[in-house]
């Protein structure tokens, strides 16, 4: 990989940020203890600026409120988020048009705008349409009449199922599993389980992420919906007929049962739980591990099983650790209640 | 897909039902919302009544209660099972003995009774017995010595190992493992852990369907072993030597730890932990997010961690969120109780 | 399989064990009830004496303190490590150095130390290295700049992505995803996340056992770590820049969230969660279902959520299943003390 030297004038340009200090180029970006000569660090917090000045990085990225420091920096408002498009850019590969190796095997009838990256054993089904710049590497396989837009990136040993919509710019880690039956039956008189067909697809907007080993059941009818800009951390489940809004973050090991709807900007923390036919509103945070049983208003931040308030949860479970004292000073209580009553039958 | 055209007179015969209004004929079947010309949709419940009379398609299943509609009908008592049994008959199609894609790799001493479909790039191993109508999709593994029945679908990219027995019409979704080892160690001296050889199998019985992402451990010695009907959704965790009894339903991101055997109908909910060497009864049900840490009895209705009742569950999680309002009582009460007592002590 | 058929006086040297009764040959190792002749079987508690006396094996191992039985036994101080030593040794075969299959995909510029054994469609990127005794089945991906020691084992459709370090003796099992990008985003002031990149990479030491579909994300910088020993069950999730110390043990649907360290020795039972940027000491027990929210001191043994001491949590839950009880008594309370005030009123 080659990688290109660019100097800090040009990255604080990209970024609306002011550089000082030499215009010195670097290649590269690491984190404050590994970045050596070359390549820049960052820190977002001016209490790191200790560190910061022992660090062997080449220029630093800094908050605006940052004090002199004898390397050269960028100063931004956000230091997080231009170290990340500064990266992005030092990391830019022009996109290989490597065509489809021909040990990959493509059904008939597909249709490819434009220069692709297909890798040997990949098995494309039929009428799958795929857009530009799509890589798909080794061991995916996608089914029948999948479209897939332009600039996606299919880790090795992704499956997508019949009938899937792929936007653009869609990263998929490997294991994923798009499109998968829902998990529907219906049942006869002698409790046996009868399968519902499971005839809806999948539809993952564009600008998503999905993690490795993820589940994304397809609709019983109709879609199972993934909007714009969503990110999901890795061996989450989300169930068929599913939609999660713009924006949202889901934390690994979440899941979201069958029909329910997420809006714009949720926060599932790791491994939450959300019933089935819920309307979950814009903005709601759910915090780790909760276990959500009812519809959430916009905003709404919540914890615990079943989850309400984050903030009158912490509460209860900072009692709950102290039950056995509260038990007790119950006891105390009725104890000395005794003894006040048998004291004041006493004295009649 | 030719899809095919059937009258609702010969639809309802199926099913036991029967049909009132013109006898049209109908090629599939979509919920209420979607549903359009040529097209079945169905209702479970006579509230749904008011959306079913304007809905577009051209003929309803409805309960037994309902009223009339201008639309052609079909009378069930059980609408949901009618219409699945009904939906199965409108989307089947004969199998298509594709046999074995050139680009799959069979091992030796293979048995196949009958037509199959075997997907490019699907290795199966060494002396593999293959009933009829398989259909066996890209990117699947299959070990040595497995043995497979009739009308089983494997999606792609599932994993079956070594030695592993499969009934009648199985489905097993993308990505799901059947037959790994057991997580089973002895430790020496030093606190090492030395890994138990796992030199059981994995028996999966007719008519069961395992989710995208499940893990399903071989015995350490003898069978993990899953019974006739039983459903398994997506990213469950079957341990080593565990049974699940017939017709069962687990839900996603449980897990079953080893040793413990489940009877008949029983349900878990999603992310349910049942802990190893237990027996739970026939037709027990495990709320979501329960943790369960002892035998159950048949019929038993669980929930909490670890799980008790699921009636006095509800009850203890609906004052957990009221411990802060307790624990200011129990504070008032003290209070009042040292006052009064004090008061008492003052009177004399 | 060629079976090796050994005699107990050699298999009790390997042990340090004592042998009695006759010097009969074995060539397997079972459980108590599955044993047959020809086989060792084992019991760890001389409470199965009486079953043991009843089994089928041809000789049993037995502890120390075990009475005298008719079958020939080997007696030992630790049955279960010393029927695992042995199992291994009955079931040892000799690598066979199939080479790399022709319908395998391998990059330029690999180097591979002895033997392998590389199945059909597995595919290996550029400049990966393999040890020796290296055995990869099917379906597996193993991206660029891969490192895999000697006598390693890759189940099928296993996925090592880019940069990857894996040690000797490693085991991992079906569907496990190594090296996949960390959950981590900047946001811009609409809130759209913005993907960091992750250009650290795993490291796997020695002796390290990885699940079925496990996740184990790569450092967005540096590594993510599992030491030498360490053993981790089925689907669990490992975020960036993790390390695990040495001989710990994590069971199933454990996840560990970014920048968090553990020390040697640890336990996690199933379904629990850390939180991130913590550090857990050494020979810390977490009890499933555990939710830990802070750092952990040596040899902590926590429970519940968030996790505090398991003692206590012990006797906390048990009192969450009272709690109506405790309500009510607190109801009971305030109306004594009421009557009592009340009468103390009335008396003056």
């Given at each position: 990989m080659n990688k290109r030297k660019v100097?800090?004038?040009?990255?604080?340009a990209m970024v609306d940020g002011e550089w000082r200090g030499e215009d010195v180029a670097v290649d590269g970006l690491a984190d404050l203890a590994g970045a050596g000569a070359g390549q820049l660090a960052y820190i977002d917090d001016i209490?790191?600026?200790?560190?910061?000045?022992?660090?062997?990085?080449?220029?630093?990225?800094?908050?605006?409120?940052?004090?002199?420091?004898?390397l050269p920096v960028i100063k931004v408002?956000?230091?997080?988020?231009?170290?990340?498009?500064?990266?992005?850019?030092?990391?830019?590969?022009?996109?290989?048009?490597?065509?489809?190796?021909?040990?990959a095997v493509v059904g008939e009838g597909c249709s490819i705008a434009g220069a692709v990256a297909v890798a040997p054993l990949v098995v494309i089904g039929d009428r799958v349409e795929l857009g530009h710049r799509v890589e798909i590497r080794a061991g995916v396989v996608i089914g029948a009449d999948v479209k897939i837009g332009s600039d996606v990136l299919l880790h090795p040993n992704v499956t997508i199922l019949d009938g899937s919509v792929i936007g653009d710019r869609v990263i998929i880690h490997s294991g994923a599993v798009v499109g998968s039956d829902?998990?529907?039956?219906?049942?006869?008189?002698?409790?046996?389980?009868?399968?519902?067909?499971?005839?809806?697809?999948?539809?993952?907007d564009d600008d998503v992420e999905i993690g490795a080993n993820v589940c994304v059941d397809r609709g019983t009818f109709g879609r199972t919906w993934i909007k714009r800009g969503t990110k999901i951390d890795n061996l989450?489940?989300?169930?068929?007929?599913?939609?999660?809004?713009?924006?949202?973050?889901?934390?690994?090991?979440s899941g979201i049962a069958g029909s329910t709807t997420l809006g714009n900007g949720v926060i599932m923390g790791g491994k939450v739980a959300v019933n089935g036919h819920l309307k979950i509103g814009n903005r709601v945070t759910m915090a780790g591990k909760a276990g959500?049983?009812?519809?959430?208003?916009?905003?709404?931040?919540?914890?615990?099983?079943?989850?309400?308030?984050h903030r009158k949860w912490l509460r209860a479970a900072a009692l709950f650790q102290k039950l056995p004292d509260l038990a007790k000073e119950v006891r105390e209580l009725r104890k000395k209640l005794q003894e006040l009553s048998e004291k004041k039958s006493a004295d009649k």
């Open positions: 100097n800090i004038s040009e990255l604080a209490r790191k600026m200790t560190a910061a000045a022992e660090c062997s990085a080449s220029a630093l990225i800094v908050p605006l409120d940052a004090g002199q420091l004898s408002s956000d230091p997080a988020w231009a170290a990340t498009v500064i990266h992005h850019h030092l990391l830019h590969q022009d996109f290989v048009d490597a065509g489809i190796d021909p040990k829902g998990f529907g039956y219906a049942h006869d008189r002698a409790g046996r389980h009868l399968k519902k067909p499971h005839v809806g697809y999948v539809q993952v989450v489940q989300i169930a068929h007929n599913v939609e999660i809004g713009e924006d949202s973050i889901i934390v690994s090991q959500v049983m009812n519809d959430q208003e916009d905003g709404a931040v919540v914890a615990g099983f079943p989850a309400f308030s």
